[in-house]
Nanobody, 125 residues
Framework: QVQLVESGGGSVQAGGSLRLSCAASGGTLSSLSMGWFRRAPGKEREFVAAMSWSGRDTYHADSVAGRFTISRGGGKNTVLQMNNLKPEDTAVYYC???????????????????WGQGTQVTVST
């Protein structure tokens, strides 16, 4: 059973940066594709970024492309570096993992088996 724990959320002013980390345990990170999703108040959960199990393929939502970057961190961590944050980035951010999902399916939340509890990101003007 894979467990995911997010960290690094917080409050920041517009234009600032945050670095979210997702620590995985109970599984082999090298065999898991990883994703980040977010849910803003009153909105549906949406895709933010994903990385294939090999690390070769990464995907970013149009709304965050050029500002957010998903990458492997040290150990069993997956990192979401968020720069030039905007108030519309305010949301709870969730880390997700799956051992069977590949390609375009990485953009779909229900394709992921494992989820973290989420971390709040608040961006003020």
């Amino acid at each position: 059973q894979v467990q995911l724990v997010e960290s690094g959320g917080g409050s920041v002013q517009a234009g600032g940066s945050l670095r979210l980390s997702c620590a995985a345990s109970g599984g082999t990170l090298s065999s898991l594709s990883m994703g980040w999703f977010r849910r803003a108040p009153g909105k549906e959960r949406e895709f933010v970024a994903a990385m294939s199990w090999s690390g070769r393929d990464t995907y970013h939502a149009d709304s965050v492309a050029g500002r957010f970057t998903i990458s492997r961190g040290g150990g069993k961590n997956t990192v979401l570096q968020m720069n030039n944050l905007k108030p519309e980035d305010t949301a709870v951010y969730y880390c997700a993992a799956d051992g069977a999902t590949t390609g375009a399916d990485l953009l779909i939340d229900y394709e992921y088996e494992y989820w973290g509890q989420g971390t709040q990101v608040t961006v003020s003007t």
